[in-house]
């Protein structure tokens, strides 16, 4: 499943289709849930950061906040994707004239 939902990913980042980045989400949302039960973790940590990134660049701000939500529920080991969802954090929060500056 991890392939799929890069695949996935990497599609909606290409042709800027929210749509395929919606049935990303939804697999990995899918995912989680059965995680969450069965206590372990069956796909990388950065596919959620990778969501929030494409999903804030597609301006899809719930799926941004849902993938972070899930992505910091899932006590995530210390690495660049750390970083790179407290910026994706920063970017959902910060105010909408200063996006010209980033």
């Known amino acids: 499943m991890d392939?799929?939902?890069?695949?996935?990913v990497l599609a909606s980042a290409e042709t800027n289709d929210s749509q395929i980045l919606r049935e990303a989400f939804n697999l990995i949302q899918q995912n989680f849930k059965v995680n969450?039960?069965?206590s372990k973790d069956t796909i990388g940590q950065d596919?959620?950061?990778?969501?929030?990134?494409?999903?804030?660049?597609?301006?899809?701000?719930?799926?941004?906040g849902e993938c972070l939500q899930m992505f910091f529920t899932s006590s995530p080991v210390k690495s660049q994707f750390v970083g790179r969802a407290?910026?994706?954090?920063?970017?959902?929060?910060?105010?909408y004239n200063a996006r010209d500056y980033v």
């Not at 392939?3 to 996935?8: E, G, H, P, V």
């Not at 407290?86 to 105010?95: A, E, G, N, T, V």
């Open 47 to 64: 596919l959620y950061v990778l969501i929030t990134e494409t999903a804030l660049d597609l301006n899809q701000k719930e799926i941004a």
């Open 86 to 95: 407290y910026l994706s954090q920063f970017r959902m929060y910060m105010p």
């Open 3 to 8: 392939s799929q939902i890069r695949r996935l």
């Open 36 to 38: 969450v039960v069965q």
